[in-house]
């Protein structure tokens, strides 16, 4: 009878507070759980099993659990299936960065960051006065708008040697007149500098700075939908095998160029493309007198801006480059023409009979982009693109007696090309005469092309008073 009314007790008291505990300090118990457990040395230990007999319960309910020994996963049926829960260990080479404290300890007026770590900034960083010496490392923020980086220091807030760089969405504001924000340098020519999308300098209203800064050296730097609002642009130097810059924004520059290659660069290809410049008064694109460039193209970019200098040290037609669609540039092209007017000192000999020789007497240019003219009635293509040219040849001239015949062509590199030609019939003597021809060959750098005659009727001289000599792409 006293076993039954302490079980009935018992009972009563479950079913008033409806909850259970298990464990350490049986009588606290959380007011709003229903099971509580409670140790420091022992874990709770779900059904084990394996994925077939997992698959064998019949009808779990929703909120079934067990734990998968086939897939070493915490298992829970749910809408009609069973999900798994996957582990991962963290990722220790992610280092979140909120403050100052965050990052390696600083030294001689830097800190030296972990090769093998991705640094992910949240929020504005100030690590004034020290600065960033990236290592190797990768920085990166989650809202561009919003995590970045800040510091006074004298110099670059950033800066690497001889290693690969990686950015992303990472905002960096340099605090003084005395502070740009890259010194990104590569003197091997074998790591890449990647300014990936969402990052930006930008200045703070009245604290002017050195600007963007430099990036010197690299097999390749690729700079894609950047944003700068500051003084000054960046700077491209050293032995470097591309430099790209697409999508990018400059704007409030005051000083210097949107994009500058400073004297001893030595790159293999320039590509600058669908960037916008918006400022006034200065310039968009400088190259200075000792930079070289195998190859630049820049194609639909927009400048925007009262008095701003497109261009500064190199025009559309420069040897190795190519411009197209681009604002306030004209497009590339590929021209020659060479003329002589009222000739009357230099004739042709036409000898041997049937050959083609060169037209003579002095020649004068009218235009001449990617080609030269050295030599009288002479273009020499200098371009580094392979073209297909369309040719236009006037002549005009005098029968040297009755019966005379002249045939024109083109010659390439010393040879005629036969066909096509244009001819006259006989003539008689002092007949003037004219003969066009308009034809296409193909050139590659250092070809050159001449006007020549030849004549059917005998060895003899002819004066050929006036050329018109033309060729375009």
Request: hydrophobic share 35%; glycine share 8%.
């Amino acid at each position: 009878m006293k076993y039954f009314l302490s079980f009935t007790l018992l009972f009563i008291v479950f079913s008033v507070h409806a909850q259970v505990k298990i464990g350490a300090n049986p009588d606290s118990i959380n007011p709003a759980s229903i099971l509580e457990m409670e140790d420091t040395t022992r874990g709770v230990l779900v059904t084990r099993m394996t994925t077939s007999q997992r698959d064998a319960i019949s009808t779990p309910p929703n909120g079934l659990q067990i734990y998968n020994i086939t897939t070493n996963t915490m298992d829970i049926y749910r809408a009609d299936g069973w999900e798994s829960t996957a582990y991962s260990k963290t990722d220790e080479s992610l280092v979140y960065v909120y403050s100052l404290d965050d990052l390696p300890a600083p030294s001689a007026g830097g800190i030296t960051l972990d090769a093998n770590s991705m640094y992910i900034f949240r929020g504005i960083v100030d690590i004034s006065p020290y600065y960033l010496e990236l290592n190797g490392a990768s920085l990166r923020g989650i809202d561009p708008v919003r995590d970045g980086v800040l510091s006074s220091v004298s110099g670059a807030v950033l800066r690497s040697t001889d290693v690969s760089v990686f950015m992303q969405d990472l905002a960096v504001i340099p605090m003084s007149g005395s502070t740009s924000a890259y010194d990104f340098k590569d003197g091997t020519k074998t790591k890449f500098c990647n300014l990936f999308s969402g990052n930006s300098v930008v200045e703070l209203s009245g604290i002017p700075s050195l600007g963007v800064g430099q990036v010197s050296g690299f097999l390749a730097a690729t700079i894609i939908k950047n944003y700068w609002s500051c003084s000054d642009g960046i700077k491209v130097a050293g032995n470097m095998g591309k430099f790209a810059c697409s999508f990018t924004l400059v704007t409030n520059l005051t000083t210097g160029a949107g994009i500058e290659f400073l004297n001893n660069l030595v790159v293999d290809d320039i590509d600058l493309s669908n960037n916008y410049f918006i400022y006034p008064d200065q310039i968009g694109v400088k190259l200075n007198p000792s930079a070289q460039v195998d190859r630049g193209r820049l194609t639909t970019n927009m400048f925007r801006g009262n008095n701003i200098n497109v261009l500064n040290g190199l025009t559309p037609h420069d040897i190795g480059w190519y411009m197209s669609q681009n604002t306030n540039i004209p497009n590339t092209r590929v021209y020659g023409y060479i003329y002589a007017n009222a000739n009357a000192n230099t004739s042709t000999n036409t000898q041997p009979n049937n050959t083609f020789v060169k037209i003579e007497g002095v020649t004068s240019s009218l235009k001449l982009l990617k080609f030269e003219s050295d030599t009288n009635n002479r273009l020499t293509y200098k371009g580094k693109e392979s073209i297909g040219a369309n040719i236009f040849i006037t002549v005009t001239g005098k029968a040297p007696s009755n019966g005379a015949e002249f045939t024109i062509a083109l010659s390439k590199n010393g040879t005629a090309i036969s066909n096509p030609n244009h001819s006259t019939g006989a003539m008689v003597n002092n007949q003037t005469f004219t003969l066009v021809l308009e034809t296409e060959v193909d050139m590659a750098t250092g070809d050159y092309i001449e006007a020549v005659i030849k004549t059917t009727t005998g060895d003899m001289t002819v004066l050929i008073t006036d050329l018109q000599f033309r060729v375009r792409n």
